[in-house]
T-cell receptor, first 115, second 110 residues
Framework: KAGVTQTPRYLIKTRGQQVTLSCSPISGHRSVSWYQQTPGQGLQFLFEYFSETQRNKGNFPGRFSGRQFSNSRSEMNVSTLELGDSALYLC??????????????FGPGTRLLVL | GQQLNQSPQSMFIQEGEDVSMNCTSSSIFNTWLWYKQEPGEGPVLLIALYKAGELTSNGRLTAQFGITRKDSFLNISASIPSDVGIYFCAGEQGAQKLVFGQGTRLTINP
């Protein structure tokens, strides 16, 4: 079974631009979570989607948004990019929501550089 | 944001040595997870722990879910060069989000 895929793998943008990242979960998985990883802050939870609904959100500004489609694929958007948004953005999928005997599997990430 | 206290931050060991790292928190978690991350890749799940007191092994790796549900440790026995990487603990409170430790960077001298 294929793992979590993320596109693009690398991205360079300039301040003020906006960016959209894509995540395809493991086949059959319906829950998708997004995380930001930086050297200073480590891994931080952004938000989680299940059945096209955002179920949980971390402490990030409104410039960070996301959505999930009916096929469980998810996109994350960051508007008005700032230098501090440079990071590795990770997507993780799980089969169901609320099942404590499952866990999240991560994709390879999209490395975003904001100049 | 909230993070777990993971230690040590880095380790420099000889090949063949055993490794031990741990995570603590002031909060209770329902699940403890241990991940390994290599450069340019996402974290890869090593061990998942679901019950307080649970001790689980995966090859040379052993992890335990603390009785208080506020801590966990990971041991690696007889380290080999491919064990190099950054190890993260993660705790799950609700079903949706993980809280991560700062990571332990493992370096092995052959």
């Amino acid at each position: 079974k294929a793992g979590v895929t993320q596109t693009p793998r690398y991205l360079i943008k300039t301040r003020g631009q906006q960016v959209t990242l894509s995540c395809s979960p493991i086949s059959g998985h319906r829950s998708v979570s997004w995380y930001q990883q930086t050297p200073g802050q480590g891994l931080q939870f952004l938000f989680e989607y299940f059945s096209e609904t955002q179920r949980n959100k971390g402490n990030f500004p409104g410039r960070f948004s996301g959505r999930q489609f009916s096929n469980s694929r998810s996109e994350m958007n960051v508007s008005t990019l700032e230098l501090g948004d440079s990071a590795l953005y990770l997507c993780a999928s799980r089969l169901r929501q609320g099942m404590y005997q499952e866990t999240q599997y991560f994709g390879p990430g999209t490395r975003l550089l904001v100049l | 944001g909230q993070q777990l206290n993971q230690s040590p931050q880095s380790m420099f060991i000889q090949e063949g040595e055993d490794v031990s790292m741990n995570c603590t928190s002031s909060s209770i978690f329902n699940t403890w997870l241990w991940y390994k991350q290599e450069p340019g890749e996402g974290p890869v799940l090593l061990i998942a722990l679901y019950k307080a007191g649970e001790l689980t092994s995966n090859g040379r790796l052993t992890a335990q879910f603390g009785i208080t549900r506020k801590d966990s440790f990971l041991n690696i026995s007889a380290s080999i060069p491919s064990d190099v990487g950054i190890y993260f603990c993660a705790g799950e409170q609700g079903a949706q989000k993980l809280v991560f430790g700062q990571g332990t960077r493992l370096t092995i001298n052959p």
